[in-house]
């Protein structure tokens, strides 16, 4: 075993687990400091001003953030998060779309209820109990009121593959306008039916997502990146781009790309006594934090 892999950072803890199966969502104050939400402030401003779309004061949606900076290309693997997407999608996790969103005062830019993901045949008929997409928020400008540009959920709604409200802006019994502090984090089931508010408010809404999915899963904001982009990369984030020319690898990624982390509890890359010793490390199936968890 080469001695440079590393060991997947923290993810769930069995409260935070717990939270995220009931609601769809968990709230993680302080998740960032002050330096950390100034670097990705700086990162975004840097990003928006030169992009052709951006116009002072207005509203910028951008995608494939990772690829656009140094700063977010750090966020494709940082273990503030990673390990929470890996306790899901284990060896095989994929960054399915890295965004950031400027949301100014006055604005016509809320949007409409609505779940991530498929929409005509969802992920949650398959898998109605575990989520095919994740999304990191990282949450930048505090949010202390509504119509201040806040995401709004319906909690619990990850389950629910119709929703009245659907294509409505309306407000429903039961939702949670979120209202988080500078710097905290949120982990999303992305079939949680969601919304934005309008931004009433003075304060511009600084904030990123970050998702993930497993690699079989379509990727939402690149088909491919660039060589020279991904020689820029450690190898963990190499991986997780999942950028391969071979469709089939995103199923069955080449040898090469194991481990992608070792296991937290045993620093190991197999799990012990699943097969017999000549099993290649790239044809095992692993068990991720959830089938641990329920044996
Ligand atoms: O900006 C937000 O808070 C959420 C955006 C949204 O609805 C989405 O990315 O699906």
Known sequence: MEDNYRVAPPGFTPAQWQTFNEDGIIFIEDALSEEDIDAYIDAIDRVATTHPKYTQGGYLGMENIVERDKVFAGLIDHSRHVGFAYDLFG???KLHQSQFFLRPPGGKQYNQWHPDGARALPYGVFSPKLPLQIKIGYWLTGLPREKMGNLVVLPGSHRQQ???GYDTHKSLPGEKVLCPRKGTMTVMHSSIWHRVEPNESNVVRYNIFIAYCPSWVTPADRFHSSPEWLGTLNREQRIIMRSYSHAYHNAKPPASDFPLFLARETGTETDAGA???HVQ?????????????SR
């Open 91 to 93: 060896e095989l996790l």
């Open 275 to 277: 097969y017999q010793p």
């Open 281 to 293: 490390l790239h044809r095992r199936k692993r068990q991720t934090m959830h089938e641990q968890l």
């Open 162 to 164: 119709y929703m009245d």
